[in-house]
């Protein structure tokens, strides 16, 4: 049998029976080393080892996320310009995406590897300015308040997740995540056409990105 961890050592030999469950996963921190090329650039961004069914749903969901982006504000009559339909698939690509790739156990063991502290994750986050900024100039006529209040609580809630004991990060990340949702839904935070941004957004960084999880392998080998 595979070893269980510490927490949850495994049972005596003599209490095993077909009702005990045989463990399929182990818990590995380490990641692989990254491909050379252009495999290796993907290997860095999703994370080295990515198993067949992680790629699949980090991809195909987000495009599938994308053309939704664009057909959504079509459908409910926004005349939007070309130049923002473009940028609205691109945020969801990104969002959706980044939410996807995070939440796998690959990501989680690439991005909290050794070596990778609070000043990267934080400089991760603070990077998403961009797309704050992207919402509030073409969607929100130049919505600087929107852009610097979102972006203020962006950075104070995520300064707080990663301050926290490892065994609170994850509540309390999902904790700050709630507070964001419920703000997604006033009208002063919510932007038509693109309703859905905010709280995918927030999904991305507070609950995919940030919380330190153990990463889970498969005990043999990847499907």
Do not use: C
Request: no cysteine.
């Amino acid at each position: 049998m595979t070893p269980t961890s510490a927490h949850h050592p495994a049972p005596p030999l003599s209490m095993i029976d077909d009702r005990t469950p045989i463990p399929r996963v182990r818990v590995q921190w380490t990641p692989p080393s990254p491909r050379a090329g252009l495999l290796g650039a993907w290997d860095r961004f999703v994370g080295p080892g990515a198993t067949r069914g992680e790629v699949w749903l980090q991809t195909a969901i987000p495009l599938a996320a994308t053309f939704a982006a664009v057909a959504w504000p079509l459908a409910a009559g926004h005349a939007w310009t070309l130049w923002q339909l473009l940028v609205a698939g691109l945020l969801a690509l990104d969002t959706v995406g980044g939410v996807m790739t995070n939440a796998t156990h690959t990501a989680k063991r690439w991005y909290h590897r050794a070596g990778q502290g609070i000043a990267q994750h934080l400089g991760f986050v603070a990077l998403h300015v961009v797309q704050l900024g992207l919402v509030g100039w073409l969607f929100r006529a130049h919505d600087w308040a929107y852009v610097a209040t979102g972006y203020s609580f962006l950075m104070a809630a995520a300064t707080l997740i990663v301050l926290s004991p490892a065994t609170l990060q994850k509540p309390i990340a999902h904790g700050v995540y709630l507070v964001a949702l419920v703000a997604s839904f006033t009208p002063a935070v919510v932007t038509p056409g693109l309703e859905w941004f905010a709280p995918v957004f927030f999904l991305k960084l507070f609950v995919a990105h940030l919380p330190l999880e153990a990463p889970l392998a498969p005990a043999t080998q990847p499907n």
